[in-house]
Nanobody, 124 residues
Framework: QVQLVESGGGLVQPGGSLGLSCAVSVSGISFSVNAMGWYRQVVGKQRELVASISSDRSTNYADSVKGRFTISRDNAKHTVLLQMHKLNPVDTAVYYC????????????????WGQGTQVTVAS
């Protein structure tokens, strides 16, 4: 079974900082984690990409977060981090971790998996 376990999030004042963490856990089978990323969704709107990072640590950011958010990963721990600075109310959303995981069973399979989501609220 593949699980993405998120932590972090919460309430922060405008201009503040917050960090999110997501760890990939796989039981019973060998695996590798390819691209990882963070998405966010506001009620009534589509889920949107915030930032992504490839296995070789190439990064991609939404224009709205460039210069404020930093994505990083620890390949040994299969973890992706999102450091968020200069937060403003428009950053309020549920943030979801995403990982493309390759499972090495009798045949190799690659699928995208999602975390459960963590609420980030920016308000004074």
């Amino acid at each position: 079974q593949v699980q993405l376990v998120e932590s972090g999030g919460g309430l922060v004042q405008p201009g503040g900082s917050l960090g999110l963490s997501c760890a990939v856990s796989v039981s019973g089978i060998s695996f590798s984690v390819n691209a990882m990323g963070w998405y966010r969704q506001v009620v009534g709107k589509q889920r949107e990409l915030v930032a992504s990072i490839s296995s070789d640590r190439s990064t991609n950011y939404a224009d709205s977060v460039k210069g404020r958010f930093t994505i990083s990963r620890d390949n040994a721990k299969h973890t992706v981090l999102l450091q968020m600075h200069k937060l403003n109310p428009v950053d309020t959303a549920v943030y979801y971790c995403n990982a493309r995981v390759q499972l090495f069973g009798t045949e190799s399979k690659t699928n995208d998996y999602w975390g459960q989501g963590t609420q980030v609220t920016v308000a004074s």
